[in-house]
């Protein structure tokens, strides 16, 4: 079974632009969670989406958004990006939320 | 909010030592979950806890949830320089959303 995909694995942006980062669940999983990854704040949740619709939301400004699709794989929108945004950013898919997560490799954002 | 703390925040041992960390909830977890993170990768799923005082073993590491259900431990028998990483405990958080809240880990390193 292949894992948890993201793309891109690396991304550098500057300030004020806006980004977008993708992630293909493992097969039959339709739970998707994001998670930012900081060396203070550890590992944060975003939010989560199940067959296409958010379930649970994490304490982030509305600059960070995302949406499943119809096929579980799943997109978050960072927009008007600032220097704190620089993370790695990872998405685990689930049977459900409160099961096993697997994580994806993440992307790292570096913000300029 | 719930907050789950892990100490410590670092740990550094000689190869063969014992290791141990702790995860303390401010509420009571229905359940918690473990995950070892290796230097550059990504968290991966360790074991879950559901019982109060349970107690698993996976080779040389064990893990236990307190009789309260709102601490937890992994202790790592006589380590080996494959156990480096960050080590997370998780719980689902308990107002109200099904997100998972992550201690912000216990780094391990082992001196060969």
């Known amino acids: 079974k292949a894992g948890v995909t993201q793309t891109p694995r690396y991304l550098i942006k500057t300030r004020g632009q806006q980004v977008t980062l993708s992630c293909s669940p493992i097969?039959?999983?339709?739970?998707v969670s994001w998670y930012q990854q900081t060396p203070g704040q550890g590992l944060q949740f975003l939010f989560e989406y199940f067959s296409e619709t958010q379930r649970n939301k994490g304490n982030f400004p509305g600059r960070f958004s995302g949406r499943q699709f119809s096929n579980s794989r799943s997109e978050m929108n960072v927009s008007t990006l600032e220097l704190g945004d620089s993370a790695l950013y990872l998405c685990?898919?689930?049977?459900?939320?409160?099961?096993?997560?697997?994580f994806g490799p993440g992307t790292r954002l570096t913000v300029l | 909010g719930q907050q789950v703390m892990q100490i410590p925040q670092y740990q550094h041992v000689q190869e063969g030592e014992d290791f141990t960390t702790y995860c303390n909830s401010s509420t009571t977890l229905s359940n918690i979950q473990w995950y070892k993170q290796r230097p550059g990768g990504h968290p991966v799923f360790l074991i879950q806890l559901v019982k109060s005082g349970e107690v698993k073993k996976q080779k040389r590491l064990t893990f236990q949830f307190g009789e309260a259900k709102k601490n937890s431990s992994l202790h790592i028998t006589a380590t080996q320089t494959t156990d480096v990483g960050t080590y997370f405990c998780a719980g689902p958080d308990q107002g109200g959303s099904e997100k998972l809240v992550f201690g912000k880990g216990t780094k391990l390193t082992v001196n060969p």
């Open positions: 685990a898919s689930s049977l459900g939320i409160g099961s096993e997560q697997f």
């Open positions: 097969s039959g999983h339709r739970s």
